[in-house]
Nanobody
């Protein structure tokens, strides 16, 4: 049984930082591209970032380049998202996802497995 579990969300002040983690089990982790998505209440799901199976290629939604950094540790079956200079508009549920490859745009990444999400709330 495949499990994808996010952690690291929470409440942070604007300008602060958080690091999200995502641990996957029940699958061959380094066979999958991994991605982060987010969804705020009343808004569509948005692609945040994607990293290739081997970790050599990354992509970001343009508005988040330079603020967020995606990485993975295949030996630990873990994906990370470092988020700096957080803004209140980044408040959302953040989801980890595993898929066959990263899409041309992050939001176009096909997803095979989803996590349940971790809430990030940025206060002003």
């Amino acid at each position: 049984q495949v499990q994808v579990v996010e952690s690291g969300g929470g409440l942070v002040q604007a300008g602060g930082s958080l690091r999200l983690s995502c641990t996957a089990s029940g699958l061959t982790f380094d066979d999958y591209a991994m991605a982060w998505f987010r969804q705020a209440p009343g808004r569509e799901r948005e692609g945040v970032s994607c990293i290739s199976a081997g970790g050599g290629s990354t992509s970001y939604t343009d508005s988040l380049k330079g603020r967020f950094t995606i990485s993975r540790d295949n030996a630990k079956n873990t994906l990370y998202l470092r988020m700096n200079s957080l803004k209140p508009e980044y408040t959302a549920m953040y989801y980890c996802a595993a898929g066959p490859f990263c899409g041309m745009a992050v939001v176009q990444t096909p997803v095979t497995y989803w996590g349940q999400g971790t809430q990030v709330t940025v206060s002003s």
